[in-house]
């Protein structure tokens, strides 16, 4: 898992909806740990919404079979995948949130993921015209 974190000078909330548009890949034999090919290091290509699932969202193999003991999905996928987005976090969260995720985030294994913590001085959407931290609202994902 890849986060980059960037603070805005000011905070206007307590929550940040994670919901929405995530890069995504699926790795069906797991070789995004293998020394050489680690997909957590590249921005990831593909897209998913979440919250959803990987049927949902149309990965995996299409299904043409019927079960008659359990449900049928559309698409059918086992396997690890790897998740992206940028989030952007309050100034006053930074320190908080660093610490956090590392404590939960931490294996020791490769794809344990990295932090990025940068400053925005300012953003404009181009849009809509908002800026500040309005303007990194919505669509952070890409």
Known sequence: MMLCCAQLLSAQQERIDLSGTWRFQADPM??????????YQAKLTESIMLPGSTDEGGKGMLTTARYVDRLTRKFEYCGQAW???????????????IAKLIE???TGEFGDGKIFAY???DAIKIRTGETGYDALQSGVTN
């Open 30 to 39: 797991g070789f995004g740990k293998t020394p050489g090919s680690e997909l």
């Open 83 to 97: 998740y992206q987005r940028e989030v952007i976090i309050p100034e006053e969260w930074k320190d908080k949130v």
């Open 104 to 106: 939960v985030a931490r």
């Open 119 to 121: 400053e925005i001085k």
